[in-house]
């Protein structure tokens, strides 16, 4: 608990699960103590390959990501897994559930699961988890699956981070092409159609090939679609080597640099935009004040805009002395 | 064109719709020029009653939307539509599908429609979505649908928006209890089933019904379940009445007040946390400046927290003559 951040970097590069956990807590709670010890994991970062795996709920995800972690496992591959749920109250038992149903996992000193809660980040989940791979990354877990449940914007933000992205969809969910509404179809490079064994597989197959082919993608990748059972693992080894073969065509192409390069600028912003309100908030905004400002916003004695406007002009007032800089 | 803030405000009061789309794409682009209108706009809103409608893709949300709103058109009452969807190249043909859909509506003065896109806004679509509100509000909108694509962080975020939430969930998307892993089971005032005609239809209403009677809920107010057929209308004027009930027993009970304060605090930190970024980003960064910190982050030349805190520190000083304030 007090080791210095040297020391906790050093655990963390010894992949010390303890050391890992309460970095990440660190991280989600956007502890301070967590800046010095990321600084330190830096250097030695960037070689974790980080896959999404995204998808409806009920399309099997879980099942999938757990499947897919043995088959690296089985190559002596060091595993990371991070399940990005929805924190509702109604979800305990089933996200419970899923992390029962991976309990061939558990006792795997080669396997970290964590799941990360999108409550209360007010848009700092993306950065939070960023910061999650970076530190699997350094204790030398360099296979990555992110899980995330749902559909939307989360999911943008996770290919973002991913060097490659994997879309389940399901036969049966109804009216098929209303997945396309989605949003993550030009976003991923490969497509498993999960819970084959039902009705309707082949042809969800053919309708996202055949989607595939007329539409204009921001790469000549054309992605695999792949069918699984992810219960009984058919087509878990094949979507393994689709991962792989997209990761050679990637690496052969630049595409991960510039990837890369695209998800820095990214997270650099997003970085700042969480950096700027935590130190405009933490230090110039207590809750009476924000409740001061509510009541006269409600009355229509004030309006928003221009309350935001005072606001931003007391921070960099009060923040004018940190800078250090006297004037002659 | 020409518009001065206070023209174009007056032109909103008069319900112009070209007038209320110019504003509401100014407020989608972060465009300056939105700030002195919203700021007229402020002291006429207030008065529309939003509701938020959600559920995962092929929940039938838009057919249900457009049936809604004509519940509430043949009691005279104006009936605003924000559709946020996720903008995908793949998604255009179902989306104007849904607008087509939509077309007993669209001859209709009494009916706006916007779809907005969840991409570009680097997080800011809650924010635009409460001043696209705030627009329609103003311009005499006084009962505003939101309907959200997806399943996820977004929902939340409506729901936050929301005067009343409104779940849909539909029989036979597989394994229906991994719907409650959405996350918006506990945000939801209304449940309804649509699609009540397919088998499984009352099980899944059972299932829901069992589910709010053992959960705790953040107001005593038991949603509705109320079972649908959006295609035939069937079920949407008990829809309406369910909705005019939840707001008497907000109205009663002081709710609706309450969830406004959540609201505004929310949107206040929201709105602080945008303008921060727009006048740390706009002003001190341009896109060479980002791709030379970048480059230094890929070769591990430099870590990107302290990039960060160099970027805010050069955020503040700049800020500096601008409080115009001298010193003794």
Redesign the interface.
């Known amino acids: 608990m007090t080791d210095s951040p040297s020391e906790w970097a050093e655990k963390i590069f010894a992949t010390d699960h303890r050391a890992i956990t309460r970095a990440i807590t660190a991280v989600e709670n956007n502890d301070a103590v967590a ?1 010095p010890l ?2 330190r994991l ?2 030695r ?2 070689r974790a390959f980080v896959v999404g795996i995204t998808g ?4 099997g995800k879980s099942t999938l990501v757990e499947k897919l972690a043995l088959e690296y496992r089985q190559q002596g591959i060091r595993v990371g897994i991070i399940a990005v ?7 305990g038992g ?2 419970l559930g899923d992390r029962i149903r991976m309990q061939s996992l558990v006792t795997d000193e080669g396997v970290y699961i964590r799941s990360m809660a ?2 209360g980040h ?2 700092g ?1 993306a950065a939070a988890t960023q910061d999650a791979v970076s530190i699997l990354d350094a204790a030398g877990y360099h296979f990555v699956l992110i899980e995330t ?8 933000e996770v290919a973002r981070l991913a060097d490659a992205t994997v879309l389940l969809l ?1 036969p ?15 976003i991923a490079d490969l497509f498993v159609v999960n ?1 084959a064994d039902r009705p309707g597989a082949e042809q969800l197959g053919q309708q996202v090939r055949a ?1 595939l082919a007329g ?2 993608r921001r790469e000549e990748w054309v992605p695999s679609v792949i069918t699984t059972v992810a219960t009984t693992g058919e087509g878990v080894a094949a979507l393994r080597e689709g991962i792989e073969q997209f990761r050679t065509y990637g690496e052969q192409r630049n595409l991960k ?1 510039r990837r ?2 695209e998800q ?2 990214a ?7 969480q ?3 935590q ?3 933490a230090g110039h905004l207590d809750d009476g004040s ?2 001061r ?2 009541e006269a ?2 009355q ?1 004695s004030r ?7 005072e ?3 007391e ?3 009060a ?2 002395p ?2 250090g ?1 006297g ?1 002659p």
């Open positions: 800046v990321l600084k830096f250097a970062t960037g409806a709920p009920g399309a749920d929805p924190s509702s109250p109604f979800s089933a996200i999108t409550r007010l848009g989940l449940v749902g559909v939307g914007q989360d999911e943008v399901v049966g969910m109804g009216d098929e092409i209303q997945v396309f509404k989605a949003g993550v179809m030009e819970k989607l539409a204009a640099h890369r390069k820095w600028r997270r650099l912003l997003e970085l700042l935009r950096r700027l309100f130190k405009a908030v924000i409740d400002h509510v916003i409600m229509r309006d928003p805009y221009s309350v935001i406007e606001l931003i002009g921070f960099v007032r923040s004018r940190q800078a800089e004037r």
